[in-house]
């Protein structure tokens, strides 16, 4: 697969879920399945080992058997693929980085080391190497909201320019002054925002989004994107149903039974029915009964058919 330029990371882009069988191993046929459930969904790339994907519970072996079935079946297909190469520890996650670079995919997705927060240079610093052993391969960087450190835009504009390498990222949006101030100091970084946010991201200059909508139907989501860019006053009220089945049906699960972002996603993906993954997520995390995802499916699929017909 060719390296992807800033201008080509776009989309909706599925995250690859980890089907987890009861005794906490992974199901490979289930996971080679659900990738290609994913291509044949018509998505505009997918990744693997994001947080939805379980980065942090892996194994080295299981990291590369899972990136090598994405690759192998993406490259198969001509779909852009991203593999996730991070790790807490930024000499596993080095490592990683320069296995995945191996499978040749269209990005390599890293998060900074994650026990210190690091400094400016410190960052810097991190990713120049992440630079130079995936190269020619480039980088997004992702630093979701609970990092130790969330970049701002002024400091995502000194990545760019410093490691000119790291080419996207992925990051929770904000208000209008914070998309200027991406506008300011950070051209030349494709910039994905949450997936619920998509159309609002859309209309003020996001790139994409490695989209929790996509967990929930991914052929929906991918027919939301493309709404965006024919309708995008149509593709907001959908945006405004979707925030709303997300705040009354999902997020309570976090916000009062403190389930983790995972278990969110699996449950969605549980909810659309497109590909076997199960809510299971691996020891020591808690998921969310699987009953739970059937009794909110019709909910669902009344409160978005837009997500759901034709699929």
């Not at 519970?57 to 693929?81: G, K, N, Y």
């Not at 030349?188 to 946010?197: E, T």
């Not at 278990?263 to 969310?288: E, N, T």
Request: with cysteine; charged share 20%; glycine share 6%.
């Amino acid at each position: 697969m060719k390296p992807l330029r800033t201008d080509e990371i776009k989309g909706n882009w599925a995250t690859v879920l980890l089907p987890i069988n009861a005794d906490d191993s992974i199901d490979y046929e289930r996971l080679a399945d659900e990738v290609d459930v994913l291509v044949a969904a018509g998505v505009d790339g997918m990744y693997s080992n994001g947080t939805a994907g379980e980065f942090y519970t892996q194994t080295e072996a299981e990291f590369d058997r899972v990136s090598a079935i994405l690759a192998e079946r993406c490259e198969a297909a001509s779909v852009p693929f991203q593999i996730g190469a991070s790790h807490m520890s930024p000499q596993l996650s080095l490592d990683r980085v320069r296995r995945a670079a191996r499978l040749a995919p269209s990005a390599i997705q890293v998060i900074l080391s994650d026990w210190f927060p690091l400094t400016v240079a410190e960052s810097v610093a991190c990713l120049e190497r992440y630079a130079e052993v995936a190269d020619p391969v480039p980088l997004v960087l992702y630093n979701p909201p609970h990092a130790k450190r969330v970049l701002k835009p002024e400091t995502l504009g000194v990545i760019r320019r410093r490691v000119p390498a790291v080419v996207g990222v992925k990051v929770a949006d904000g208000d209008e002054a914070w998309y200027a101030a991406i506008r300011e100091h950070a051209t030349g970084l494709s910039v994905f925002v949450p997936g619920h946010n998509l159309a609002t991201g859309f209309a003020r200059g996001a790139a994409g989004a490695y989209s929790n909508v996509a967990c929930l139907h991914p052929i929906g989501a991918q027919r939301w994107y493309s709404q965006m860019q024919t309708d995008l006053a149509a593709a907001l009220v959908v945006e405004g149903r979707i925030q709303r089945f997300l705040r009354e049906c999902i997020l309570p699960f976090h916000t009062e039974q403190g389930y983790c972002n995972a278990a969110l996603d699996k449950c969605m993906a549980v909810i659309g029915g497109w590909a076997d993954v199960g809510s299971r997520l691996r020891w020591p995390y808690r998921f969310i009964p699987q009953d739970e995802a059937e009794r909110l499916r019709p909910l669902a699929q009344r409160a978005l058919p837009e997500l759901f017909s034709d699929s």
